[in-house]
């Protein structure tokens, strides 16, 4: 570690820790980037350095998430949440159905947005389990008929990830990967449309991205804003207007960084170690602690769990906080405690936690 500033144990949500080599070298290009005088903030977005930065990004994610050629990769903003309304009002009609898999909040919020546009069916709940789980794949119900099924890939609040994602033929599946996307490999030609907002595992907030199989922007709803169409985005190479270019040259720099960590097989075993040494020390606890989500639907990058007793609940992210740990405490829709061990998130942070919950409950146990 070349810095001198100490390193927080950085568990936040997101926006998350980004990794310190990312962070080192953009301090360093800062002012000059490609001794152009200049800051890559400071160029045009029509430039030959800025449009380097961003083709190379595209092709990067390309490359490591084996992106198959019939895709379009998009970089837009407004966050996730911007994309809960793109699809409807892309893809939907009054006349015409969506199903959404429900499995927490953000997908409550997806599906709160296609009502406004068209049809909606609940694939499947899990609501009435407190969204602990992740529902099997047979019990996943859609039509033939739908413009497409939705899911969340990872429920950031809940702490559920899905391990296997269904196949729905000719329907179209959407996926928000929002809090999981790089963090393992995914088969994306069973998806007819991934997002994600960056601020988790691809880079800072401000930039979206958007992965979307070519046959669908042919068959997208005509009649809606410019901006807000697919096509008109991915007919100028993310380029319609002044794209967010700060955020996307950050994120070229974390797909390298992956690349440099081995890639996405090699991340995935990475954030397995990282996750069971937390759930580890959840589970040999007697109860002392114990985890929100059922054991098969664990999420490996949001890791939720109270500690059994109230008060020592609070004694504990109280002196976690001052023992240097950052971003424990639950989202505040469901309180308790969350551990967020995104990509950038290293292993001696992970351990660090771990050995801080053992020494806690040794010395709070009645
Ligand atoms: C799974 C998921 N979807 C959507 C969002 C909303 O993202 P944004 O803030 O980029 O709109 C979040 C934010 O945490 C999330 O975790």
Known sequence: MSTTTKRAYNFNAGPSALPLEVLEKAQQELVNFNNTGMALMEMSHRSKDYEAVHNDAVARLKALFAIPDNYEVLFLQGGASLQFTMIPMNFLTPETTASYVLTGSWSEKALKEAKLFGQTAQAASTKENNYRNIPSLEEIKFNDTDAYVHITSNNTI?????????????????????????????????????????????????????????????????????????????????????????????????????????????????????????????????????????????????????????????????????????????????????????????????????????????????
């Open 158 to 366: 809940y702490g559920t990830q899905w391990k296997e994602f269904p196949t729905t033929g000719e329907v179209t599946l959407v996926a928000d990967m929002s809090s999981d996307i790089l963090s393992r490999p995914v088969d994306v030609s069973k998806f007819g449309i991934i997002y994600a907002g960056a601020q988790k595992n691809l880079g800072p907030s401000g930039v979206t991205v958007v992965i979307i199989r070519k046959d669908l922007l042919e068959k997208a709803n005509t009649n809606i804003p410019t901006m807000l169409k697919y096509t008109t985005h991915a007919d100028a190479n993310s380029l319609y207007n002044t794209p967010p270019t700060f955020g996307i040259y950050m994120l070229g720099e974390v797909l390298k960084w992956v690349e440099n960590k081995g890639g996405l097989e090699a991340i995935e075993k990475q954030n397995e170690e990282k996750a069971k040494v937390i759930y580890d020390a959840i589970d040999n606890s007697n109860g002392f602690y114990y985890g929100h989500a059922t054991p098969e639907s664990r999420s490996l990058m949001n890791i939720t769990f109270r500690v059994a007793d109230e008060e020592l609940e609070k004694k504990f992210l109280a002196e976690a906080k001052e023992a240097g740990f950052v971003g424990l405490n639950g989202h505040r829709s469901v309180g308790g405690c969350r551990a967020s061990t995104y990509n950038a998130v290293p292993f001696e942070a992970c351990q660090a936690l771990a050995n801080f919950m053992v020494e806690f409950q040794k010395n709070n146990q009645k």
